[in-house]
């Protein structure tokens, strides 16, 4: 007879507030199906996006008391006083690359003696990613993108994705929107690209290849996503190849320029390595014929390749400006020289349904059988950041990072 597990579903404890969460009732439901020795306990929670009723409603026993649970499970980093030695843990630690605002918290991992798995290191044996919310980082990044033109340009009035009860419910605000002749640019191609575009699609936009974006001139609205080879190039101008990219970033140099020329609104939705060349240098904003009025800066890299992206923004405050020339936050959509800029760094968490429940979907086809069952794939061991007491070999690397030696990380 299998063990007993006891699953804890924990309430979201950062702020700003998260509503989501890993385990939404249905997707619990089927997890107790399929692992008859789980039992699934859930904390209650009053901003959490499934309320406590609808787990009551099917079956779930809600308690503040989760000592007696073997996992617990989360979304984004748990506040250290709620930390219960001994157990495991699921979330998004935001430890692994060395952030120094979450130092401490795997300081106390590893002295209570827990086990940390982290979602972003979930992956298969060809090192891709098995869960993720990127895709509605796209979904919802794309909105705001159009969201922030409308309030700028004073065309057209879109609420919060926030505001919303779901996808489907945004989607129809959504389709009442006309846009003006306009050209608006995606880079990316993988999940939060996607979801961009399946944003976008809502319009029915005229999707259009880069060199028709670059040289061509539409009288309707029209869409370009480009992959890496059309923003950088290789220094010694030998042909461009993917894989080399990403192994050798450094030997890549900018080419996005032209397309600041001819761009309305810019949404980022690329992945990008500290050792890459940058999109957007405070240079290229001064220039005369730089076009950009929004920046939808779905990726969200601090010092990294935008230099607009000052700070992250939040949900409640999502835009601020960005001066051009004097290269400093300024109030939004006052000044029509500066550019406006949308970093949310958390933009699922505005659709929390949708997105819970595509995750905790995630989880159940690709995750709980090597949790719960049989890791013979090593999922649950590549994710495994500490483990008795210590830093597991994968993550040995972190050590000087705990005992602040390290340059530290935002």
């Not at 699953?7 to 107790?32: F, H, M, S």
Request: hydrophobic share 35%; with cysteine.
């Amino acid at each position: 007879m299998k063990k007993r597990i006891r699953i804890g579903v924990l309430r979201e404890t950062k702020n700003p507030p998260d509503r989501r969460v890993a385990i939404p009732p249905l997707t619990g439901l089927q997890i107790l199906n399929k692992y008859p020795n789980v039992s699934i306990f859930i904390q209650p929670s009053d901003i959490r996006c499934f309320t406590d009723s609808e787990y009551r409603e099917q079956g779930y026993f809600l308690t503040d008391d989760l000592r007696d649970c073997d996992i617990l499970i989360g979304v984004k980093e748990v506040s250290i006083p709620t930390l219960i030695p001994n157990k495991t843990y699921l979330f998004f630690s935001h430890t692994a690359k060395q952030q120094l605002y979450n130092r401490e918290l795997l300081q106390q991992i590893i002295k209570r003696n827990i086990t940390l798995i982290d979602y972003e290191y979930l992956t298969d044996n060809k090192h891709q990613r098995l869960v993720a919310f990127g895709h509605w980082a796209g979904v919802v990044g794309a909105y705001k993108a159009l969201r922030a033109r409308g309030v700028r340009t004073d065309f057209f009035d879109l609420p919060p994705a926030s505001y919303c009860k779901d996808m489907e419910e945004m989607y129809l605000h959504l389709k009442k929107v006309s846009l003006k002749p306009i050209k608006i640019l995606i880079t990316g191609g993988g999940r939060v690209a996607m979801g961009a575009m399946q944003t976008l699609r809502v319009l029915n936009l005229k999707e259009v290849t880069p060199e028709q974006f670059l040289h061509e001139s539409f009288n309707e609205p029209v869409v370009c996503r480009i992959d890496p080879e059309y923003y950088v190039e290789r220094k010694d101008r030998g042909e461009f190849n993917l894989k080399d990219f990403y192994e050798n970033p450094e030997q890549y140099r900018s080419i996005f320029k032209p397309f600041t020329k001819v761009t309305d609104l810019f949404i980022a939705c690329h992945y990008w390595d500290p050792k890459s060349p940058k999109f957007l240098i405070p240079e290229d904003y001064k220039e005369d014929d730089f076009k950009i009025s929004v920046i939808a800066d779905v990726s969200c890299d601090l010092n990294g390749p935008i230099a607009s992206t000052l700070r992250a923004s939040t949900i409640a405050s999502s835009f601020y400006g960005y001066d051009r020339f004097n290269e400093e936050e300024a109030i939004p959509f006052v000044d029509k020289k500066n550019v406006t800029v949308m970093a949310v760094d958390n933009l699922p968490g505005e659709l929390p349904r949708d997105s819970s429940i595509d995750f905790g979907e995630a989880l159940y086809q690709n995750v709980y059988e090597a949790l719960l069952d049989d890791d013979s794939d090593g999922i649950i061991e590549r994710a495994t950041i500490a483990k008795d007491g210590r830093l597991t070999p994968q993550f040995a690397y972190l050590h000087a990072y705990l005992e602040g030696k390290d340059v530290a990380k935002v």
